[in-house]
């Protein structure tokens, strides 16, 4: 029972937070929310081929949109209202 709580969670063969995009489809039926429901899944779908969880992909949009350059100085001793 305790085996697979470690690995991810599937609704059939799709990614559990992949459904989020489906359901919202499904409340509202519209073409521009079944394009966003299938860019969902795509997304979704893809990043797991890659192997990659949610969290470690949105930590990578980050380090994309900030950049690599972390400021050297310490939270302590930097000016604050300057």
């Known amino acids: ?24 489809f499904v409340l509202y039926w519209s073409w521009t929310t079944a394009y966003i429901a299938i860019a969902g899944i795509l997304f979704f779908t893809m990043i797991s081929w890659f192997g990659l969880p949610v969290p470690s992909v949105v930590r990578l ?18 000016r604050r209202l300057a």
Request: glycine share 2%; charged share 20%.
């Open 1 to 24: 029972m305790w085996r697979y709580t470690a690995l991810p969670v599937k609704v059939a063969i799709l990614d559990a937070r992949a459904c989020i995009p489906v359901l919202i």
């Open 61 to 78: 949009m980050r380090r994309v949109l900030v950049g690599s350059v972390r400021p050297a100085v310490p939270a302590w001793q930097r």
